[in-house]
C-alpha cells in the first residue's frame, strides 16, 4: 500500500516561510487527495488543507491566505507553503491520504506520515 513521508519542518522566527513536502510511494497518488493536519502541542490533532487529485483546494479558516497547498503528480509529491508564520501554528504536521474527494475530518484518511515539526518562535 501507499506510504506518506513529510520533509520540511523546522525552526524559524514568526512572519517567517516554511514549505512542507509529502513524497509519496504506491500507485494510487494521483487518484488521491492528499491533505495536511497539524497537532499543536496539548491539543487534538486538526485539520489544514487538502487538494484532490484535480488540484481542488480546501483550507481551514485559520491559514487561508497564508498557506498554499499543491501537488505535483509527476513526483508523487504534495506542498505545503506556509509564509507568514504565527506562534500558533507551531505543531507537528502530517500529511494523509484519501480516495474521497475532498474532507477535512481525519477519519476519511486512509494513509498518514510520520509527521515533521514546525516550531514557530517569537
Known amino acids: 500500500q501507499g506510504q506518506l513521508v513529510e520533509s520540511g519542518g523546522g525552526l524559524v522566527q514568526a512572519g517567517g516561510s516554511l514549505r512542507l513536502s509529502c513524497a509519496a510511494s504506491?500507485?494510487?497518488?494521483?487518484?488521491?487527495?492528499i491533505g495536511w493536519f497539524r497537532q499543536p502541542p496539548g491539543k487534538e490533532r486538526e485539520f489544514v488543507a487538502t487538494?484532490?487529485?484535480?488540484?481542488?483546494?480546501y483550507y481551514t479558516a485559520s491559514v487561508k491566505g497564508r498557506f498554499t497547498i499543491s501537488r505535483d503528480n509527476a513526483k508523487n509529491t504534495v506542498y505545503l507553503q506556509m509564509n507568514s508564520l504565527k506562534l500558533e501554528d507551531t505543531a507537528i504536521y502530517y500529511c494523509?491520504?484519501?480516495?474521497?474527494?475532498?474532507?477535512?475530518?481525519?477519519?476519511?484518511?486512509?494513509?498518514w506520515g510520520q509527521g515533521t515539526q514546525v516550531t514557530v518562535s517569537a
Open positions: 494523509a491520504a484519501t480516495s474521497r474527494w475532498i474532507s477535512n475530518s481525519a477519519t476519511d484518511y486512509s494513509y
Open positions: 504506491g500507485r494510487t497518488f494521483s487518484s488521491s487527495s
Open positions: 487538494i484532490s487529485r484535480n488540484a481542488g483546494t
